[in-house]
């Protein structure tokens, strides 16, 4: 297949460096907002790229599920193949793309699990069967021969916690958060000439910007 052809202009906003927010966590859920409002299906869903020991790079799609005042939060099984390069490689780019908006948020920074008593806290909102789900797939990543052999796990998880018991939170699931050090504001415009606007941490209250070539 040959894409050479297709390209579109990008019109729908622009973004001044010399007009945004001190915090990029402000602009972070402004943009976020904007992007719920304007009914992208999904926003809080990012790609995450990790890289453990064998330096090759691993990406894939996880739900954010919270902005702290330090970073973004996602919850996964911590056994998987990205726990394992989380494990070797603290380091992890995560990218929102919302094509509605021709926007782009490019988040790096170091990564770390949260306290168990928050995962567990989570886990535990989460509906009955995406909480069996979760036992299901230990460990998340491995080959498995069948999806019958998934169902009929599944099925016993379900005879194990019916739907009044109490699932436990596995030791194996949980947050990470990736704690921002840059974090990049793409926003598409006309002929190629994006605005690119990065903030860095300088410390714990203040950042620095910069305009990047696009
Ligand atoms: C829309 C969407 C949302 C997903 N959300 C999560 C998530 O929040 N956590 C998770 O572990 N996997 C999630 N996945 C599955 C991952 O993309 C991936 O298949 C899985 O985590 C295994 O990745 P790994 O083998 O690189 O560890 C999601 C996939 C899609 C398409």
Known sequence: ????????????GELDQNNIPVSPFELLKTWMNQALEQKVKEPYAMSLATCGAN??????IVLLREITDTGIVFYTNYESAKGQDIDENPNAEALFFWNELERQVRVSGSIAKIEAEKSSAYFQKRPHDSQVGAWVSEPQSAEVSSRDVMEARFEALKTKYPENAQVPTPEFWGGYEITIETIEFW???ANRMHDR???TQIDDTSWSTKRLLP
């Open 187 to 189: 926003q598409g415009r």
């Open 55 to 60: 330096m090759k790079p691993s990406v894939r």
């Open 1 to 12: 297949m040959d894409f050479t052809d297709k390209r579109l202009s990008y019109d729908k």
């Open 197 to 199: 606007v990065v903030y």
